[in-house]
């Protein structure tokens, strides 16, 4: 599952970076711009609220005004969305400056920069970025799929389990087990015999 997701994390990713590119083109500025990694922070935790923590999954740090505390689970910012986003297999940075110039325009409409927003001004903003009448949608489409694969995959963990990704513990998913779950069972036999096409239908 994880690389399924991030593969389409990937190609989402990659379909908004003409758009990108296009942003960039007509203002050259963006080219030099520096993510700001709290508010790609702060991003994240308005997709998928969190808990306030210092502390990612990996141990990476986390701003301390990003999380707004909407929620009191762990959310994308603790299961190490930023480190997603920096990966460079699914090409998240080439976005980055572009969606960064949108957010904090569309930010400053909402009262201030997006990380001093309360929450409820960050939703409001993010959700005008993903509104059909934008035309930058795509790049925030691609954006919100980081933070998804993220918590929901534990992309950054070459192997996910409830312990090491909070996204699985919420869900209550026990994660991979490369050598399955000794106590689990489906309290039936299991079928051993073949059908006669070789398919189950």
């Known amino acids: 599952m994880r690389h399924a997701t991030v593969l389409g994390a990937g190609a989402l990713v990659l379909s908004a970076v003409p758009l990108a590119e296009q942003m960039i083109a007509a203002n050259p500025a963006l080219a030099v711009v520096t993510p700001d990694d709290a508010t790609l922070q702060a991003f994240a935790d308005t997709i998928i609220p969190g808990r306030k923590t210092d502390k990612t999954d990996l141990g990476n740090e986390i701003h301390p005004d990003a999380i707004a505390g909407a929620d009191g689970e762990p959310g994308a910012v603790e299961a190490d969305t930023l480190a997603l986003m920096k990966d460079p297999r699914i090409g ?35 959700l005008s970025g993903l509104d059909y009448g934008n035309g930058s949608r795509t790049l925030w489409e691609a954006a919100a799929a980081v933070p998804f694969v993220a918590f929901c995959a534990a992309a950054v963990h070459p192997i996910g389990t409830s312990q090491n990704a909070s996204g699985y513990r919420v869900m209550g998913y026990p994660g991979a087990a490369p050598n399955g779950y000794a106590g689990f069972s489906y309290r039936r036999k299991l079928a051993t015999e073949r059908t006669r096409k070789g398919v189950l239908s």
């Open 92 to 126: 998240f940075t080439a976005l980055a400056p572009a969606l960064l110039l949108d957010l904090e325009g569309r930010a400053l409409g909402q009262g201030g920069p997006f990380l001093s927003l309360p929450f409820d001004k960050r939703v409001a903003t993010v």
